[in-house]
């Protein structure tokens, strides 16, 4: 339905709404792997290559821990927001602590060909789609 | 012990303001830290995506306003499948109370996270008296 557009998302309002779609996305149902809900994570599909995006603001890149075995992406880490014992505080929003999530993906993916990237507070994982997973064309004789 | 708890989720606060915006789209409020020490008041904003040529601050009769817009061409040729959070630009102003030296404000973005450092004015700073 989207691919009909030449650029789906060329205003803002058209990507919050195609993101607003997805919330009800049952692409990634609840597995049995183990874990917290943080990060939120959003996920995407360009050809044979899904990307899932996750907001990370604040997370130092060292303290951060992308592990893949299979089809199971665990990412945990420390989110820190600490100023000191000097300080007196004024609004406290920033949430800190721990985090640790793992999530089994629907395809098969190839492990050794994830690329992950973080930048301005966004971690981007780049998964292509295993060789095993894609469909073959049949020919009839 | 707070670093050990786990981390819940935060659902993105959409931003109600008082003037329309001309451009479709949602705005979204920087989750914000306010902290205060002897010479400066330290403001810290979560706006991950932002990159530092998105954002303008603005001082304006003691309002001080932070926007900071995203790129949202890099999801050009993505096609949704599965979504948790929604994506916008950053908005939200705060009115100053008290007095800051307004030249020498100054910002820092890191890994999504705009400080704000806020000099007070030298009049206002605690001034430690010695005793003769």
Redesign the interface.
Known sequence: MMALLPNPFDTLLQLQQALDTFRTSSWLEPSPSRGGAYPPMNVFNKGETYIIITELPGVNKADLDIQIKHNTIRISGTKSASYGETAGQHRRERLAGRFDRALTLPIEIDPDQVKAEYRDGILTLFLPRAASDMPKSIKVN | M?????????EKKELVSKEEKT????YYVP????????SA??M?M??????QNDLSILLENDVLRVEGRID??K???????????????YARSFTLAGKFDQESISAQ?A???LTLTLPKLKEVQPRRIPIN
């Not at chain 2, 989750?31 to 002897?38: A, F, K, L, N, P």
């Open positions: 707070s670093t050990a708890q786990e981390l819940p989720v935060p451009v479709p789209g949602r989750y914000t830290d306010i902290y205060e020490t002897e008041l330290i810290v979560e706006m991950p995506g932002v990159e949202f061409s999801y050009d040729g993505m096609e949704p499948v599965y979504a948790e959070y929604n994506v916008g630009p973005l890994d999504g996270v």
